[in-house]
């Protein structure tokens, strides 16, 4: 989304991870601020901004991987892709993490895993709820996705008959994670006295439990370059898929917060997410699509900082609403919650422009897409050492 020119940005991607950064701002205040019914259903189903985040990058990380590996003139470069991804999300995830392990007054009180879990993206296995930055889980697991996606897809792609085989691993992820989840909850939530903890440590925080929305989006992403005619007679209606994904969301979440978590939920609530998610994506990049010729103002702003925000703003918010109730203001007030969401996109856009923007800036330069084709900036730079 970040790699196209502003004229060929959908507004309707922009819209859903603003969305999604927001309902996770709502669901973190909620849980680590007031500890109250702040924001109401939308503060307790917040949480699943993190699986709308994880159905965009599956379509969004899918559609470079195909696209690419289409392309005349150049496949796809497992070695750019990883350059790419790199340049894109560990300068941000690193400045962060240097802040909660030098800093202490920045971590506060909470316990802190081991260094190497965050380096080695494996925080999210056996995490129990409470510890610091226990928000990266789902970086975790999205970086576990970036590194497996384009291995895998390329593998399948020197075989015969790849679609089928594509399909049918995709296919084997939702059911192999629903008999996982199954399984999980059986040995370790069913009448166990700790099942609340065990629940997001086995379930939750897993990647092997938690990847439906990621295949969802990588399921469009396979639909749009490989099923052009398939794709085209579906982004047709785009307001007729905008209205199914907001029947399937508002039942799902109904499903959530009436019966959360239970065996149900566990083993069929994410695919329904994972649906929901995919069918709003859909009508996100739709011709004639409401969802994607509707500019929400600021929206392409909040989704550019999305990531910087989503990295800082719960320990800014634990920190900062500290701060307020120890001076009388009480951080569910209106001008708490005004204060707090400020210094939260601040704090977000100010890692954005120290540290994102300048990184982006140099892959843009030197790795600009994930094509074995010639780098200009590369060659360039070459030339001029010669």
Known sequence: MHDAPASERLHGLDTLRALAIVLVFLYHY?????????????????????????????????????????????????????????????????????????????????????????????????????????????????EQFYLVLPAVALAIARIRRPLVWGWGAIAATLVGGLLIRAYLWNTHVDSNPDAGVNYYRYIYYSSFCRADEL?????????????????????????????????????????????????????????????????????????RSLLRRTRVPGAASLAL????????????????????????????????IALLTALSVAAGWLLYRAVEAPFMALRARYVPSNSTAPLVGVEQWRATRT
């Open 305 to 336: 900082g999305a990531y910087a925000i989503y990295l800082t703003h719960k320990q800014v918010c634990i920190l900062a609403g500290g701060a307020l109730r120890q001076a009388g203001v009480a951080p569910d007030s209106f001008g708490a």
């Open 215 to 287: 295949v969802a989006g990588v399921a469009l992403a396979l639909l749009k370059n490989h099923h052009v005619a398939l794709w085209q007679r579906l982004t047709a209606r785009g307001d007729r898929t905008l209205l199914l994904g907001l029947g399937a969301t508002g039942v799902t979440f109904a499903m959530w917060l009436a019966d959360s978590p239970s065996l149900g939920t566990t083993l069929f609530g994410y695919p329904m997410l994972a649906v929901s998610f995919a069918l709003l994506i859909l009508a996100a990049v739709s011709e």
């Open 30 to 142: 909620r849980v680590f601020v007031t500890q109250s019914d702040t924001f109401g259903v939308l503060g307790e189903i917040g949480w699943v901004g993190v699986d709308l985040f994880f159905a965009l990058s599956g379509y969004l990380i899918g559609n470079q991987i195909f696209a690419a590996a289409r392309r005349g003139g150049g496949g796809f470069s497992l070695p750019r892709f990883y350059a790419r991804r790199a340049l894109r999300t560990l300068p941000n995830y690193y400045v962060v993490l240097a802040l909660y392990f030098l800093w202490p007054w920045f971590r506060g009180t909470s316990e802190l895993l081991p260094l190497w879990k965050f380096l080695t993206f494996t925080q999210n296995y056996l995490l129990g709820p409470g510890t610091a930055f226990s928000h990266a889980w789902s970086l975790c697991i999205e």
